[in-house]
């Protein structure tokens, strides 16, 4: 066990299977959606903003620069396939099925047959309202990554509670 995983007083899930970064650098469950950053295949310095909604499979996809996705039109396109490929390592796909309320058919559900059986609903195309929060909260996440591992707390997560806190 690592000395962050040591000191923290948060529990550390580890990832279903590890993952490349490459591809899906940015995957989350949070706020009603499966939502993340997916890499452009065409253009490297391009990024795409991918969710899809819990329950009602409604999707979003649209670049860092709010432009919308060209292959998204009326059906999933391969940034929220690629999403939902990356959240399934990261996360499980039981885990991943859950939280997006997809009944699986039989047996243990996989990324396609989570896609699949979400696309069978042919769920609408939402707005990319969110698009700027989740980009936000990715690039947050990068900024983290050029911290030196310390055991000491961070200014910006003082926030949390002392678990030594006196009353």
Avoid at 108 to 113: S, Y
Avoid at 124 to 130: D, E, L, N, P, R
Avoid at 151 to 163: G, K, R
């Amino acid at each position: 066990m690592s000395a962050w995983e040591r000191s923290s007083t948060a529990r550390v899930v580890p990832p279903a299977r590890p993952r490349k970064l490459a591809k899906v650098p940015f995957v989350e469950l949070a706020d009603g959606r499966l939502q993340g950053v997916v890499s452009s295949g065409s253009d490297i310095g391009r990024v795409y903003v991918s969710s899809v909604a819990s329950g009602t499979y409604a999707f979003a996809c649209s670049t860092n620069n709010n432009r919308p996705c060209g292959g998204a039109h009326g059906s999933y396109c391969k940034h929220i396939m690629a999403l939902i490929s990356e959240a399934v390592l990261q996360y499980g796909a039981g885990r991943v099925a859950r939280y997006l309320k997809v009944e699986a058919a039989d047996g243990e559900p996989t990324a396609l047959t989570i896609t699949a059986d979400m696309a069978d609903t042919f769920p609408s195309q939402a707005g990319s309202q969110a698009a700027a929060a989740v980009f936000s909260r990715f690039l947050r996440h990068l900024t983290y990554l050029e911290l030196a591992p310390v055991t000491t707390p961070l200014p910006d997560m003082q926030w949390f509670p002392s678990t030594r806190a006196v009353a």
